[in-house]
């Protein structure tokens, strides 16, 4: 491809870096690498300390974000304004979280259990894809700053488990960050990446990688074969991590000490907290650990450590165990197993697994930093700077279809290897609707009107359902020739209609820089416009079935409170005819936070007559 010097920020021409970035987009850390003199190397703070960028996010009343270790020191004392553990809810819609609320000092929102969740500071809403897009940014201003160069394409990883929703989430955050993901790749993935297994094609393997942070804990079953990952299995505990062993610890020292919980002066129970750290890294490579807190003594030993953290460690195995029933394989099938994250630092954690495994563990690399130094390694070999392997044949622009509101939905991503075949459900949006256009889509920008439109067929015959109750299954199977059959089967009749198209069909390499170019610029414009007509189609649900709901309870309803939900649902239909995507969802939260315990009774109502029924 054409080689393009353009800011994507302004337009200019200026230095451009052709680096492509390796980033791990971590729940509490992430961190960005590259290949610097044919060595993976993670980018370090400008004091050349620190490589890991804490996951969070402060939002100043001024309007003001920051991110980082900056941030961090806002989660104390501003909790409501300070996003950490975005990753949890990328892809997430409210129906997969309201319960974990708690986990969260911040207010996580929807109106529509099938919605994308929100996060709501002050009056504004921003999406976990805005938020992680923010990470993103501060990752690339690192390295842009070190490189003193711009820098435009990234390998980003995700936990092996991430579905079809949180991977193009992940993407979406990097192109409104102004970098074009070329791959998304597994986190376990990368980390094998990193210690060069899988490098060579002739050897079929199959390995672990135990990955223990901060806050998750993640089992992957890997095989390797003709340089392909393939994921076997995974399992994990998405609330387990060094966090429960610090947990331990202190809970630890108040047995020993009762007087220590009653202790609320001066940050008391933080300073604990982070005495408890400091311990238990301490005895990582020490036999014993003491220290002070306001003159009581706390003190622990690396045996009494080991005994107090088994519980914890055997819940890990217990994962390994059912990874391996997952996968089908006996421990002796795994020939390598490899350590990832700050938690494999202790030594009991190191010598369980191999112990385990019955193998040696790869821990050479600094487990906090291997993934993104994978991640490096997959970028340079994208870039064709590593000669000996193979690159699988990707399809260069995305494939989608148009959905509600003239939004793209991109099916098949950039970059996705070849030969492949992706099936996504959708169903209908009106009462009673018998066809259903299915119209194909090729590019980058999230409003098909400005992508290249490829062909369209109509669904017909859907037998006459209420609307969300159809289940269409429409289906892309792209060809290594660069053939594509879309597919759309109603799956409740068996109803099927097909196209074939070609879909790089009149193309040439500079038109496709060109399209990708634009989405990079647009990428801003673009995520309002789809983050405005999202709240618009949300709105337009919650309206139809609002109006309904009127009329079907009528008779249950007091006259005050027809008034007032009557008046919510004028506020939001005023908002929706408005290009105010935050007036929306504040118009939608507003309604549904005074109809919800209404909806709640009329639900004990009906339940109760369906019962009366039953007796009869
Ligand atoms: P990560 O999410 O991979 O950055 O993991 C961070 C976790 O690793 C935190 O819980 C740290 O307390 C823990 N950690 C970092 N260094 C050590 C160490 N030397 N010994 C034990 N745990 C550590």
Redo the contacts with the bound molecule.
Sequence with gaps: MAKISINIGTGEVQKDSNVIIGIDL?T??SLVAYIKDGEATAVRDKDGAHA?VPSILHFEPSGGILVGNDAKEKLATEPERTIYSVKRLLGKNYGDVSDKQQYFSYKIIDDDQEALVKVKIDDKFYSPIQLSAEILKALKHRIEVELEAKVSKAVITVPAYFNDAQRQATRDAGKIAGLEVLRIINEPTAAALAYGIGRDPETEETIAVYDL???TFDISILQIQNGIFEVLATNGDTFL???DF?QAIIKYWVEKNPAITANQSDNFQSRLRISA?EA??HL?SNDDFKTSLDQIDLTIDKNTFETIAADLVNRTIDSCKKALTDSGLDKTAISRVVTV???T??PFVKKSVGDFFGKKVYDELN??EVVALGASIQADILAGNQKDILLLDITPLSLGIETVGGLMDAIIPRNSKVPTRVAREYTTSVDGQKNLKVSVFQGERDLVKDNRKLGEFILKDIPPMPAGIPKIEISFLLDADGILVVRAKELRSNTVQEIEIRSQYGLSEEEMAKMLIDSLQNAEADMKIRGLLEARNEANNIILSSDKFLKQHDAILSDEEKTQTTKLLEDLKKAAREEDKDAINLAMEQLNEYTAPIAHRAMDITIAEAMKGEKL
Excluded: A, F, V
């Design positions: 971590g509490t850390n890991l942070g901060g806050g991590g060094g966090d610090d750290e238990k890294k990582s994250g700050g938690s630092r202790i487990p906090d």
